[in-house]
């Protein structure tokens, strides 16, 4: 049996329950349970055992704060679920992260990129490929309250990508107009260093 907490009516613990459950079974793991959902860490523990009849792995989340930066493809999908959610945040008041507002657009990121893909069953529960954990998604929305990331939008194609503030701007790049990976990245990097050196170069000779 779960204990009701003081002041919290029976209908509205059953449906924070139910929200739990719901973002359990997408995978999410208890500390981000709680936090979404405002519950104690030992129901967020026991509901994930209940789950997934097994305990959730010990240790700290898996967190990367440049996984936007390592690929195009890791900033498109990103920057497609914290559209949407930024989106449905000017709809509601409530300033924290709140589970039903993640959960609904965590749901239409889901549809719409297997609809992308030709694959209605789209399986976004796990950070297979490229596509966006539960988890990670969490943890891009509190980037982006820490402001470490932003919304900008495009230059060339008007779309809005994210990008990290923490970075020089050579990394703050559309996902969509340009295409890189990690392991070109410091080809470039080098490339873009060598052409600023080239400007400066000219820049002197032009003066002297």
């Given at each position: 049996?779960?204990?009701?907490?003081?002041?919290?009516?029976?209908?509205?613990f059953?449906?924070?329950?139910?929200?739990?459950?719901?973002?359990?079974?997408l995978?999410?793991?208890?500390?981000?349970?709680?936090?979404?959902?405002?519950?104690?860490?030992?129901?967020?523990?026991?509901?994930?055992?209940?789950?997934?009849?097994?305990?959730?792995?010990?240790?700290?989340?898996?967190?990367?704060?440049?996984?936007?930066?390592?690929?195009?493809?890791?900033a498109?999908?990103?920057?497609?679920?914290?559209?949407?959610?930024?989106?449905?945040?000017?709809?509601?008041?409530?300033?924290?992260?709140?589970?039903?507002?993640?959960?609904?657009?965590?749901?239409?990121?889901?549809?719409t990129?297997?609809?992308?893909?030709?694959?209605?069953?789209?399986?976004?529960?796990?950070?297979?490929?490229?596509?966006?954990?539960?988890?990670?998604?969490?943890?891009?929305?509190?980037?982006?309250?820490?402001r470490?990331?932003r919304?900008?939008?495009?230059?060339?194609?008007?779309?809005?990508?994210?990008v990290?503030?923490?970075?020089?701007?050579?990394?703050?790049?559309?996902?969509?107009?340009?295409v890189?990976?990690?392991?070109?990245?410091?080809?470039?990097?080098?490339?873009?260093?060598?052409?600023?050196?080239?400007?400066?170069s000219?820049?002197?000779?032009?003066?002297?």
């Amino acid at each position: 049996m779960y204990r009701l907490p003081s002041e919290t009516a029976l209908p509205e613990f059953l449906e924070t329950l139910s929200m739990a459950n719901k973002l359990i079974l997408l995978g999410a793991r208890p500390p981000v349970v709680q936090h979404l959902c405002g519950i104690g860490r030992k129901v967020a523990i026991r509901l994930y055992k209940e789950v997934h009849h097994c305990p959730s792995k010990s240790g700290m989340l898996p967190y990367d704060s440049y996984w936007i930066a390592r690929s195009s493809m890791n900033a498109l999908h990103a920057s497609i679920f914290l559209g949407m959610y930024s989106d449905f945040s000017q709809l509601v008041t409530q300033k924290p992260v709140h589970a039903t507002r993640f959960m609904t657009a965590y749901g239409l990121y889901g549809e719409t990129v297997g609809r992308v893909f030709n694959d209605n069953r789209l399986d976004v529960s796990s950070d297979q490929g490229n596509f966006l954990g539960i988890n990670r998604a969490w943890h891009l929305i509190q980037q982006v309250n820490s402001r470490e990331s932003r919304l900008v939008l495009c230059g060339i194609c008007q779309s809005r990508h994210i990008v990290l503030n923490t970075l020089p701007k050579f990394y703050q790049r559309c996902p969509i107009c340009e295409v890189w990976a990690e392991k070109n990245i410091r080809r470039h990097k080098a490339s873009c260093l060598g052409w600023e050196r080239t400007l400066a170069s000219d820049s002197r000779l032009s003066t002297s």
